[in-house]
């Protein structure tokens, strides 16, 4: 699976506060868990995926990094972890599989990074809720009906969602992604807001930009 723009969202606005422990839930190639490793110095970063190819490559990349000696991944999936780990964590973060009722693809790992079927809302709520401290917070990226899914379903394990970021392609368009955070705290109305990828020209937009600044060799 290629490096994507949700993946550099969820790492640029994942909400981590002052956290020493960071877990990414379904790292991949283990993108999310180094701009997460990057951007809190003094932070451990801990990273779960269940497909033993991709597994190996996050480690492979942790080991090249600057930041090897904080970053670490287990290959087990996020419902084994929350049953067996005796850790918890400040801040959580994944960018979740999120398709349900459409055609899979002939690749297993495509399948599983995409298809919510090794990984349903309600299980990752629960695992969530296993493995966050009580004033930790989970921020997660979602197509929005997908996400106003997962933000009900995570209600059900004490997950209260405080801020939404509604991200557009261009502005005045129509959101395609949500980035949400959820904690105990029951927030009474959520902070909302917005983030377009890219002017009405085409060219990416300064605010993405100032946001990916230590993310992307943007041309100065």
């Known amino acids: 699976m290629k490096v994507g723009t949700d993946a550099v969202l ?110 349903p809302f309600d299980e990752l709520a629960m695992a969530v809720a296993a493995l966050l401290t009580p004033d930790g917070t989970f921020t997660a990226i979602l197509p929005c009906p997908e996400a106003d899914d997962f933000i009900a379903t995570a209600k059900k394990q004490n997950l209260f969602c405080q801020k939404e970021i509604l991200v557009f392609s261009k502005p005045q368009g129509t959101p395609l992604r949500k980035v949400f955070v959820l904690g105990q705290k029951n927030a009474a109305t959520p902070a909302v807001s917005q983030l377009a990828i890219y002017e009405s020209s085409g060219k990416y937009s300064e605010q993405y930009r100032s946001l990916t600044a230590d993310l992307y060799l943007w041309e100065k």
């Open 10 to 119: 969820l790492g640029a606005l994942a909400e981590s506060g002052k956290a020493s422990a960071i877990l990414d839930i379904g790292t991949g190639c283990g993108v999310i868990a180094l701009i997460m490793a990057q951007r809190n110095p003094h932070a451990k970063v801990d990273a779960l995926e269940i497909d033993a190819a991709s597994a190996k490559v996050a480690a492979e990349n942790f080991g090249i990094s600057p930041w090897s000696d904080r970053l670490r991944v287990f290959g087990t999936s996020a419902q084994e972890f929350a049953r067996t780990s005796q850790h918890t964590y400040g801040c959580i973060v994944s960018n979740p599989p999120y398709f349900r009722h459409s055609l899979k693809s002939p690749s297993e790992t495509r399948n599983m990074a995409r298809h919510a079927d090794t990984l």
